[in-house]
Nanobody
Framework: VQLQASGGGLVQAGGSLRLSCAAS????????VGWFRQAPGKERAFVSA????????YYAESVKGRFTISRDNAKNAVYLQMNNLKPDDTAVYYC?????????????????WGQGTQVTVSS
């Protein structure tokens, strides 16, 4: 079971990045998927989640209106489009597959994790 997050980098405030999460077919099979982030010295925090069919999405208040989660099940991939980035968005971003097929917020509901990709937003 493997998840691979990619697409991070260094961007100026106001810029955009698109994160990708690729997984083995088995990992994403009927699973909800979420994105979390962890800034230095802070706990890992929920960012966004999407259900297996893509019909339900959730966002943290801090990213609503700026981030968009989507998925392409044919490619076993989930994406996080991040626009109007702010320095507070700087963190390592992780994707994770949930135990069930719904979109969930609680970190305890996630079973498989990728290794993370660094996002740095300069002011």
């Amino acid at each position: 079971v493997q998840l691979q997050a990619s697409g991070g980098g260094l961007v100026q405030a106001g810029g955009s990045l698109r994160l990708s999460c690729a997984a083995s077919r088995r990992t994403f099979s009927n699973n909800g998927v979420g994105w979390f982030r962890q800034a230095p010295g802070k706990e890992r925090a929920f960012v966004s989640a999407i259900s297996w069919r893509g019909t339900t999405t959730y966002y943290a208040e801090s990213v609503k209106g700026r981030f968009t989660i989507s998925r392409d099940n044919a490619k076993n991939a989930v994406y996080l489009q991040m626009n109007n980035l702010k320095p507070d968005d700087t963190a390592v971003y992780y994707c994770a597959a949930a135990r069930g097929s719904t979109a969930v917020v609680a970190i305890s509901e996630y079973q498989y994790w990728g290794q993370g990709t660094q996002v740095t937003v300069s002011s």
